[in-house]
């Protein structure tokens, strides 16, 4: 190019460095015609190209989780035309499969909503007065029907008394659903889940503890990604999108607070999560 020979302008990108090291650099080589040098410009564009991957991740995930629920509902659509004409019974049965199958998409959609909020940096943190006491004794009563149905021992272990924290009631709600959720979906008939909630001057801890199937150390670390769920026959026919934790985990963030993970194989999981109640913190 300084010989003055072959295009005015090239432009290349190299990859640099492995795994999460990895950057991508543009560079860009300039003829310039007054002086007759050239100019180089190197621009870093790792966030760009990382941000333009999981763009296209989200979307073919997201059309993958979109189309069982959607072809379950056409399947039993036909079925409850077809054989469900002469049997009342099996029509039944179907409608059952049909709402099932349309609770599972509205709550997809709306997690995959609520992340794609997160990735454009617009979900917003409401600031309410977030009375604890209420929110605990309301999951109680959602959760209890669940927990019964698979015999399984919930139990709220809770300070005799509970402030109100500053907050976003609705996504903190959202946190400990799904929390709970898992707590009792990943765990066999006849188990124990506990929520214990602690509380000192400048911390909130709420732990959901259960005695259900476990998650190996390798998938502990993936467990808060979007669309993770771990790699394990145990999981059966267990559903899910795999978004729940990844929200809940932003939502806590947000929040200025921590959520972890700990967890044995086949002896259960304890997912913790850590909320400042400082005067600038929630
Ligand atoms: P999903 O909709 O699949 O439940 P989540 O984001 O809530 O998605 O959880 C991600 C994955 O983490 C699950 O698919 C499961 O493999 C694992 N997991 C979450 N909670 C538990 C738990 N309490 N016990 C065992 N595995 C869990």
């Known amino acids: 190019m300084l010989a003055g020979k072959g295009p005015g302008r090239v432009r290349d990108e190299v990859q640099l460095g492995e795994g999460l090291e990895q950057s991508t650099l543009r560079m860009t080589m300039r003829r310039l015609t007054d002086s007759g040098g050239v100019m180089l410009t190197i621009e870093d564009v790792t966030q760009q190209r990382t941000a333009e991957a999981s ?144 509380l000192s001057a400048t911390e909130l801890n709420i732990e959901v503890r259960d005695s259900g199937i476990g998650i190996s150390e390798e998938d502990q670390a993936h467990v808060f990604e979007k669309f993770y769920r771990a790699n394990d026959p145990r999981l059966g026919d267990i559903t899910g999108s795999g978004l729940g934790l990844a929200l809940a985990y932003e939502i806590i963030r947000l929040h200025g607070g921590e959520m972890t993970v700990e967890s044995e194989l086949n002896e259960g999981s304890m997912f913790r999560v850590t909320l400042p109640i400082s005067a600038e913190g929630v």
Do not use: W
């Open 55 to 198: 763009r296209h991740d989200f979307v073919s995930q997201a059309t993958h989780e979109l189309r069982t629920p959607l072809t379950n509902i056409r399947l039993y659509v036909e079925t409850a035309q077809t054989d469900g004409e002469e049997d009342k019974e099996l029509r039944g049965e179907c409608l059952n499969v049909i709402s099932r199958e349309s609770q599972r998409l509205e709550r997809l959609v709306s997690e995959m909503l609520s992340v794609s909020e997160i990735e454009a940096g617009s979900m917003t943190i409401r600031k309410d007065d977030v009375r604890l006491d209420q929110l605990f004794k309301s999951l109680e009563q959602d959760y209890k029907q669940n927990a019964s149905k698979k015999n399984i021992d919930l139990r709220f272990d809770l300070p005799p008394k509970l402030p109100a924290i500053q907050g976003d009631r609705d996504k903190l709600a959202i946190v400990v659903q799904n929390l709970l959720g898992n707590a009792i979906k990943y765990t066999p008939e006849g188990g124990n889940v506990n929520v214990g909630v602690d």
